[in-house]
């Protein structure tokens, strides 16, 4: 992976959690847990949504 392409996914997670502290949130521990793999470039952020959403919606069938 790219220097930059990690700096900018960095950027991105910065931002994130900076607009959820505003609301006066916290990622929960496990969204945190995906921040590091996501830096990394081991998850792309698809698979960071779709994890997040996967845990955090209920089935509704």
């Known amino acids: ?9 960095q950027k ?3 931002f994130a959690v900076g607009i959820v502290a505003l609301d006066g ?3 929960s521990a496990f969204t945190r847990n ?4 996501y830096e990394l470039g081991q998850i792309t952020s698809t698979q960071l949504k779709q994890a997040i ?8 069938n």
């Open 12 to 14: 991105q997670i910065q």
């Open 53 to 60: 959403v996967q845990k955090y919606t209920k089935d509704t």
């Open 25 to 27: 949130g916290n990622p």
């Open 1 to 9: 992976m790219k220097d930059n392409s990690r700096l900018e996914r």
């Open 34 to 37: 995906l921040l590091k793999p």
